[in-house]
Each structure stands twice: as structure tokens, then as C-alpha cells.
């Protein structure tokens, strides 16, 4: 991923235990660690450059800590208070105002999450921060712990694709369906420092129509689950008329909540229809936020319908549970499909 990612106000740059035992030569080390360190780097500096807050967790165990195979953990001793282990990565440029989080230091808790057993949300919130964007050592473990939690915390939280490694490429495949399913999104890997929003045609997705008897399939493909929603809900406009031939001038809000992600999208498509038959509008743009994997706010722009401009298709009536699915596919594409009654 490619795609330039916004840091503005509201933001913060949080890096997660980039240690040198997490390190090549370290006690612990994730393979190709070291990579994140340049990548990240180019982040603090566009974090600096817009006046972001930059935190950095780590590990700061004892020398007995319960995680240490000595007493019966999964790990050798690593990342103990006060040793060069323990340090961060030499090359990382942190600022010397940088929010320094120690986690792991109570001998008898193990602690992967930088909120678990911190101040890190109350501190978050003290300097007003909306969104984090987060990358470090290891995906599977802390990455993905502390990502789970600052979603619980109510943070829209976004993962640096290539700012992170993992121990074990299954585990990193688990990481990320769990992450994205639980509302943060992945996004690409390089920063652009602006206060505007990340605008649609920033965004890499796609969607596509399946058969499926006399019904139409609708498919989007995004980077995450959102790009997917926002996709499949073009693909649904597609149904009736082309969505280029939609004028994005007038802008409506869509929530929903369902059990789960793949309950949320076809709630999300029926929004869209009601909105679409009761309104007589079509929707070219779509913007999407996922909460906590089964909480959906969107803001959808639209034009009312055309019967001069907008022909060629037919009339939906229903996105069903047919075919159904939501996930994020070996490559890392997100999809989300269903069959659409007309």
C-alpha cells in the first residue's frame, strides 16, 4: 500500500515496543524489525512537522518477570528495566519530548497492550487526541493488543501497513482480520502531513457485480473494511445507473448496528436502499466508520434521481444474506458481498 495517510489535528503517533531485543541480534528478535525504523522515522517527522503528540511504548520488565520461561512464560528474558535490551531502536529518531509508556513492569502481570496497566488513554485525552496511528513490534502480539484496546477505548485507530513485522506470517494473517474486525483500519505506509481530510480519491477500492440467478451480486474490495462498504455501496448505485453519472452534491448521515461486521453490511446496503427509494436519490460517494466491529457511521453524498440521466438498470429491493461475507482476503484486499434483490 502506497497511498499517502492524512496526520492533522486531533492526531498521534503511537510506536509500540521498538526495542533492540525486539530487534535483529536481540533476545526476542521479530524478523526484519529493524524495518520498521526508517518507515516510522518518515511518520515522527511528518508527526513533528504538523504538532502531533508522538508516544513510544516498551517493554520494561524486571528480571523475574511471570513471562519469562523461568517461570513457566513463552518467552526468554528480554526487554529487562534498565539494560541495552531494553532501550530503543538506535536509529529511531524520537523527539526528545516523546510520551514514554512502560508497560510490563509489574513481575507477576503480563501486559501486552501500551493501555493495559498505563495512563496512556487518560493521557491521550488530555491533549485531545481523536486518532491514533500506530505501528511497532510485534503484530501479533502487542500491535494488535494495544490496537484492541484503544478501539475499546474510543479511538478511531489505524494500523502503518508496512510499519510493522510479525513473529510467524500466520500469526500476523490472525492479527490483522482480528484488528480490522474489530473497527481500526490498515492503511498505507507512507505519511502526507495535511489537516484535510482523506479524501476519496485517495483511497484504493474497487467494486464489482457477481451473477447470481435473476438477483445481482455486489462485491467491493477495499484496503479495509470500510473501502469495502464504501465500494459495495457503488456498487449497489451501479445497479440502477452508472455512479458516474451521480452528482455528489448533497450529503446525508447513515448509522446502523448489528451483532456483527457481516450483519452490518447488509444493514448498511438496506440503509442505503431506504434512503435511495424514500429520498429518490442516488449516492456516488461514500465515506464509512466502523465502531467496535458492529457499529457503522457513514456520510453518503447524492444527487436526486434523473430519469433523463440515471437509466440503464434495474430497481433493487433488498441486499439479502445470500452469499454473504466480510473479510480480508490472503493479500490483505478487504471484501465485503451479498446478493441484492430486484
Not at 103 to 116: I, L, V
Not at 146 to 168: M, P, Q, W, Y
Not at 191 to 200: D, E, R
Not at 319 to 340: F, I, K, M
Amino acid at each position: 500500500m502506497t497511498a499517502k495517510s492524512q496526520l492533522g489535528r486531533g492526531d498521534a503517533l503511537l510506536l509500540v515496543d521498538v526495542q533492540n531485543d525486539f530487534c535483529t541480534g536481540g533476545a526476542l528478535a521479530v524478523p526484519d524489525g529493524d524495518g520498521v525504523v526508517p518507515i516510522l522515522n518518515r511518520w515522527i517527522a511528518a508527526a513533528r512537522r504538523v504538532g502531533a503528540p508522538i508516544f513510544a511504548s516498551r517493554c520494561w520488565h524486571p528480571r523475574a518477570h511471570v513471562s519469562f520461561r523461568e517461570r513457566g512464560g513463552p518467552w526468554p528474558p528480554h526487554c529487562i528495566q534498565g539494560t541495552l535490551g531494553a532501550e530503543y531502536h538506535p536509529a529511531l529518531e524520537l523527539p526528545s519530548d516523546v510520551g514514554t509508556v512502560n508497560k510490563g513492569s509489574d513481575p507477576d502481570r503480563d501486559d501486552y497492550s501500551a493501555f493495559q496497566g498505563t495512563d496512556l488513554a487518560a493521557r491521550l485525552r488530555c491533549q485531545g487526541v481523536r486518532r491514533l496511528w500506530v505501528g511497532g513490534l510485534a503484530l501479533e502480539y502487542c500491535v494488535r493488543a494495544t490496537i484492541l484496546d484503544a478501539v475499546r477505548e474510543g479511538f478511531e485507530t489505524h494500523l502503518i501497513s508496512g510499519a510493522t513485522r510479525s513473529l510467524k506470517p500466520d500469526g500476523a494473517r490472525r492479527a490483522l482480520a482480528e484488528i480490522v474486525a474489530a473497527g481500526a483500519r490498515i492503511e498505507g505506509d507512507e505519511p502526507a502531513s495535511s489537516s484535510a481530510a482523506w479524501g476519496p480519491e485517495q483511497r484504493v477500492k474497487r467494486w464489482e457485480h457477481f451473477p447470481h440467478g435473476a438477483d445481482v451480486g455486489v462485491r467491493g474490495l477495499g484496503r479495509s473494511a470500510e473501502e469495502a462498504f464504501e465500494a459495495a455501496g457503488e456498487a449497489l448505485t451501479a445497479i440502477v445507473a452508472d455512479p458516474q453519472s451521480v452528482d455528489p452534491q448533497s450529503r446525508l448521515e447513515v448509522r446502523c448496528n448489528a451483532p456483527d461486521t457481516e450483519l452490518l453490511f447488509v444493514d448498511w446496503l438496506n440503509a442505503l436502499l431506504y434512503e435511495m427509494v424514500t429520498r429518490k436519490m442516488l449516492f456516488s460517494r461514500f465515506e464509512v466508520c466502523i465502531r467496535g466491529g458492529n457499529r457503522l457511521e457513514a456520510a453518503v453524498w447524492g444527487e436526486s434521481l434523473d430519469s433523463g440521466r440515471h437509466s440503464g438498470g434495474v430497481e433493487p429491493k433488498g441486499a439479502t444474506y445470500t452469499s454473504l461475507r466480510v473479510g480480508c482476503e490472503p493479500d490483505g484486499t478487504w471484501l465485503a458481498q451479498c446478493v441484492v434483490d430486484v
